[in-house]
């Protein structure tokens, strides 16, 4: 298996919903990412675990809680979001051999209504 | 403050045509190094990664990849586009580790027959 696997792939989600995006890598890789990308803009970093921990938060909402509960799962849980927080949410593993690489899931097209 | 500048917005080549696509980057050391590439909403694939050794880096779909330390660029290019070549490319930055890395702001490529 040498890909990120990215579930849902579109969520649309009222303010007051409470919902989880899963990702999902079977590559051996140790660390894991966060990113949120809105259109015509690079991704902006949001997370990373390295071994299962939380190694790095830029500062993100806490209406945004990520969980990682194995070395091949991450989730994003979300709650309370604004219109704002609509936007492609990518997750990215890098493997413990390479020259710190991110390989990247499809997103989730996540909107906010 | 590390920085990596992508100085073209938009590039339009000819099919067949060979290409060229700018990265500058601003780091107290030198940086791991990648390009990758984005169709409309999906996620980033890599092309190429460098840190040392050779400054003409091979990637896949063709793609290579020039690292000057006198002049801070690493400049994508690809002898012979091909319609299927037009996407977003981002180039990147990091200190290595499982750390943040800094993306350019993109050059969208457009490929005309």
């Known amino acids: 298996d040498t890909e990120v696997t990215q579930t849902p792939k579109h969520l649309v989600m009222g303010m007051t919903n409470k919902k989880s995006l899963k990702c999902e890598q079977h590559m051996g890789h140790r660390a894991m990412y966060w990113y949120k990308q809105k259109a015509k803009k690079p991704p902006e970093l949001m997370f990373v675990?390295?071994?299962?921990?939380?190694?790095i938060n830029e500062s993100v909402p806490s209406r945004f809680s990520p969980e990682c509960p194995n070395s091949s799962l991450l989730n994003l849980h979300l709650h309370a979001l604004q219109p704002e927080d609509s936007a492609l949410y990518l997750c990215a593993s890098s493997p413990p051999d390479g020259l710190y690489e991110q390989y990247f899931g499809p997103g989730t097209r996540l909107t906010v209504t | 403050a590390q920085s990596v500048t992508q100085p073209d917005i938009h590039i339009t080549v000819s099919e067949g045509a060979s290409l060229e696509l700018r990265c500058n980057y601003s780091y107290g050391a030198t940086p791991y190094l990648f390009w990758y590439v984005q169709s409309p909403g999906q996620g980033l694939q890599l092309l190429l990664k460098y840190f040392s050794g050779d400054t003409l880096v091979q990637g896949i779909k063709g793609f290579e990849a020039e690292f000057k330390r006198s002049q801070s660029y690493f400049n994508l290019r690809k002898p012979s586009v091909h319609w299927s070549d037009a996407a977003e490319y981002f180039c990147?930055?990091?200190?290595?580790?499982?750390?943040?890395?800094?993306f350019g702001t993109g050059t969208k490529l457009q490929v005309i027959p």
């Open positions: 990147a930055a990091g200190p290595g580790g499982y750390q943040k890395v800094t």
């Open positions: 675990y390295s071994y299962e921990k939380l190694s």
